[in-house]
C-alpha cells in the first residue's frame, strides 16, 4: 500500500513498528523510503517504535560483534541524523521475552508541553536502540523526548536518548528505542519464568504515566489528541424485532429448529445465544454452553486485546417493538412509524428493506454479523437490516478495519438476488443502486433536502461539499462508504450491502447535520438516525425493484449521471501506462468506467478503456485512476 496506493494526501501518521528493520529496507529501500521522506517534509509525522527507530536514522549498528545476531548499516530516511545503537540492554532474543525489561525513562518534560506529562516511568523494552550523541545534534533540532535511567550496554554518547524528536522540513518524526505503545494488560504473565511476571506488574503500576507521555508525543507531532482514555466498549445484545410480528415469531420459530435444545447456535464466524426477552442473564448463557463453546468464548476479565470473534452474541427476538429503556440509543418505534410513512409513499410498493431489523448497541460489524454467518443469514428474509450505534470492527474494502462512533449511521441490508436476473440485472451494479439510494435518500429526507451537495464517486462512494470551506474552493470530501459482498447458494445470490455515512458526527471529517445548517438553513429538519435509516431504505428498495424489472436502463444512467462527480473529467490511467484519459461514464451491463484516450493535445484518439472496479481505484483529487493492491 506504501508503495502503490495515494495514502501521503489522507495520512495523520504513518507508524512503523518494532521488529526487524532490515525487512523495511528490503521493502522501501529507494522509491519508498523516497515517498516516505516527501510525505513527511512537506508536513506529515512519523512514529518509529523500536526496529521503526532504528529504521528512522542515519545509522543502524545492532550487536556488533555478534555475528549471529549483528546488523550495521546506513539508511536512507536518516531522520535522526546519527547512530541508533543497541541492544541498549543486554539479553536480548529474536521471538522470545527472555531479554525484556521495564526500562525506566526520564522524561525531558520541557520538551513536552502538552497535556499531563510524567516526571519518570518505567517502559516496556525489548531489543530497542539509545540514539547515540543525541544531545550534539540540538543545532539541527533534535530534542530528546526520553532518556534512559539505568545503565546501558552499549555507548551511548552523549546522553543516554530513548526517545527523540527530529524535524524535517515541515513535518517531523519521533523515533524510539522502547515501546510506550505497549500496555501491560496485553503482556501475558507467566510467558517467560516469573521475572516476566514481575517486569508486566512494574509496567502496570505506571500505565497511565505510559500513557500521558505516548498522549504528549502524538501531541508533539501535531496531531489532535483527546486526554481523556476511554476503553473499546463491551459488546450488547443483538435485538430482532419486525414490523410485522408474524415475521419476527417466524424468524424464532425457524432459529429455534435450527439450534434445538442447545439454544446457541454455532456459525462459521460468531456464536449466538438465541434468546427471548427476560429469560436468561449472563450467568445462565455461561453455564448452559457446551464445552467447546465454553472453551471458545473464553475472554480475559481484565482490560487487554479482545478475540471479539470469541464472544458469544446474544441474539434477542422480540414478538414486539423493543422499549426505548431496553435500547435507549436507538428508538425502534420512531424507526418504523417513519419506515410506514414512506413506504406508503412508495412508488415501487416497498415493504421489505428494513421491516426485520437487528440492532446492537455495540457490535463488532453489521456487515460481518450478516456476512460472515451462514447458517443465521439463511434465516434472515430479505430486506433484513443489520444496525448499531457503536462498531469496533467496521469492514472497508480491503483489509481495513476501524472503530465506527456514535452519530455514524452504520447498517447493513440483505438483498436476495434471483439467478433468473442475473442477466438483466447483474447483481455487480447493486452497489451503484446502494450509493444513489445514498444520495437520493439524503436529498429526500426532509423539505429543503434537496439543498444537499451530496454526489457520488465512482464506483460507489459518496462525497459532499465541505461545509467549512469557501464556495469558490467547492473542496469535497468523502461521507458514507459502502461496501457490498455476495454469495451464491440455493440457486439465489445473497448480496450484503454496507454503509456507513456521517449523520451527526462531526469527525472525522464532517457530517449531513453540518451540511444541512449551511446548505438547507436554520429550520433544517433535525438528522435523526431512526428517520435517515428508513428513508435510505424505501429508496433503495424502489430503486432495487425497478431495476429487477428494467434493468439499469438509460433513466438509471441518467440518475447516476445526475449525482456523480466526473463527467469529462481528465484523469490518469495507472493501469493503462500512464495515459491520460476523459471520463465519459459507465457501462449499463457491468458498471465498468469508460474512459476516453486523449492525444497530446488533449483530443481523443478513439481508443475507449473499461476499467473494473474491483481492480481499479479512483483517487478523484489528484485526477488518479490506480491498480487495486491486494
Known amino acids: ?73 546506513d539508511r536512507e530516511l536518516a531522520f535522526y541524523p546519527g547512530i541508533c545503537r543497541g541492544g541498549a540492554f543486554s539479553g536480548f532474543v529474536y521471538h522470545s521475552e527472555a531479554g525484556a525489561r521495564a526500562a525506566e525513562l526520564t522524561v525531558s518534560k520541557e520538551a513536552l508541553s502538552s497535556g499531563v506529562v510524567p516526571t519518570n516511568f518505567r517502559c516496556y523494552y525489548n531489543g530497542g536502540g539509545v540514539f547515540a550523541d543525541a544531545l550534539l545534534y540540538a543545532d539541527s533540532g533534535v530534542e530528546v523526548l526520553a532518556s534512559y535511567a539505568q545503565r546501558l550496554n552499549v555507548d551511548s554518547g552523549s546522553g543516554s536518548a530513548a526517545v527523540v524528536y527530529c524535524p524535517v522540513g515541515d513535518g517531523a518524526a519521533i523515533l524510539t528505542g522502547p515501546h510506550p505503545e505497549f500496555a501491560a494488560a496485553n503482556l501475558t504473565p507467566g510467558a517467560s519464568g516469573s521475572e516476566y511476571t514481575e517486569v508486566i506488574e512494574a509496567l502496570a503500576a505506571d500505565d497511565k504515566s505510559r500513557t500521558d507521555f505516548l498522549k504528549a508525543c502524538l501531541s508533539k507531532l501535531g496531531l489532535q489528541v483527546s486526554q481523556d482514555t476511554t476503553d473499546v466498549p463491551s459488546l450488547s445484545s443483538l435485538h430482532f424485532s419486525s414490523l410485522f410480528p408474524d415475521d419476527a415469531k417466524e424468524v424464532l ?25 427476560g429469560v ?31 464472544v458469544v452474541k446474544r441474539l434477542v427476538v422480540h414478538d414486539d417493538v423493543p422499549s426505548s429503556k431496553m435500547t435507549p440509543y436507538f428508538n425502534h418505534h420512531a424507526f418504523y412509524t417513519h419506515l410506514r410513512h414512506y413506504q406508503a409513499q412508495s412508488n415501487e410498493g416497498a415493504s421489505q428493506f428494513g421491516s426485520n431489523l437487528i440492532y446492537g448497541e455495540v457490535i463488532t460489524s453489521t456487515n460481518t454479523i450478516l456476512e460472515k454467518n451462514p ?17 469496533v470492527a467496521g469492514r472497508g474494502r480491503g483489509s481495513n478495519v476501524w472503530v465506527s462512533p456514535a452519530g455514524a449511521l452504520m447498517f447493513s441490508t440483505v438483498v436476495r438476488h434471483p439467478m433468473d436476473k442475473m442477466q438483466s440485472a447483474p447483481v455487480v451494479l447493486i452497489q451503484y443502486l446502494a450509493a444513489l439510494a445514498t444520495v437520493q ?24 461539499l465541505d461545509p467549512e470551506q469557501p464556495e469558490a474552493k467547492k473542496q469535497y470530501t468523502k461521507i458514507c462508504g459502502i461496501l457490498v459482498n455476495s454469495q451464491y447458494s440455493s440457486n439465489e445470490y445473497t448480496s450484503v450491502v454496507g454503509i456507513g455515512i456521517n449523520a451527526t458526527n462531526a469527525s472525522p471529517t464532517t457530517s449531513l447535520t453540518a451540511l444541512a445548517n449551511r446548505f438547507v438553513g436554520r429550520n433544517a429538519a433535525p438528522i435523526t438516525l431512526e428517520k435517515l435509516l428508513a428513508r435510505i431504505l424505501t429508496v433503495f428498495e424502489d430503486l432495487y425493484v425497478r431495476f429487477l424489472r428494467t434493468g439499469f436502463d438509460r433513466v438509471f444512467e441518467e440518475m447516476y449521471y445526475d449525482a456523480w462527480l466526473h463527467s469529462n473529467q481528465i484523469v490518469t490511467l495507472e493501469a493503462e501506462g500512464g495515459i491520460r484519459a476523459r471520463i465519459k461514464g459507465v457501462t449499463r451491463d457491468y458498471g465498468m468506467l469508460l474512459a476516453e484516450e486523449l492525444s497530446w493535445d488533449d483530443r481523443p484518439t478513439g481508443r475507449v478503456c473499461q476499467l473494473q472496479s474491483d481492480s481499479n481505484s479512483f483517487d478523484f483529487m489528484r485526477g488518479l485512476v490506480r491498480r487495486k493492491i491486494n
Not at 420459530?253 to 426477552?277: M, W
Not at 465454553?294 to 478475540?307: C, N, P, V
Open 253 to 277: 420459530k425457524s432459529l429455534e429448529e435450527l439450534v434445538g435444545d442447545a439454544q446457541y447456535l454455532k456459525d462459521e464466524h460468531d456464536t449466538f445465544r438465541i434468546e427471548t426477552p
Open 375 to 391: 447458517k443465521l443469514l439463511h434465516q434472515l428474509p430479505n430486506g433484513t437490516t443489520a444496525t448499531a450505534t457503536t462498531q
Open 1 to 73: 500500500m506504501l508503495l502503490k496506493e495515494p495514502w501521503t494526501l489522507t495520512c495523520a501518521l504513518l507508524v512503523f513498528p518494532g521488529g526487524a528493520d532490515l525487512g523495511y529496507c528490503r521493502s522501501f529501500n529507494g522509491a519508498g523510503n523516497r515517498k516516505i521522506e516527501q510525505y513527511v517534509r512537506r508536513g506529515g509525522a512519523y512514529l518509529g517504535f523500536c526496529a521503526g527507530g532504528y529504521y528512522g536514522t542515519k545509522r543502524c549498528e545492532f550487536e556488533v560483534g555478534d555475528k549471529t545476531m549483528e546488523v550495521i548499516g
Open 441 to 464: 435518500g439524503v436529498q429526500s429526507y426532509d423539505k429543503g433536502f434537496n439543498a444537499m451537495p451530496v454526489k457520488l464517486k465512482w464506483p460507489n462512494d459518496v462525497y459532499a
Open 280 to 310: 436468561c442473564n449472563m450467568g445462565d448463557l455461561a453455564e448452559s454452553l457446551p464445552a467447546d463453546v465454553k472453551e471458545s468464548s473464553k475472554i480475559s476479565q481484565e482490560e487487554g486485546i479482545l478475540d471479539h470473534q470469541a
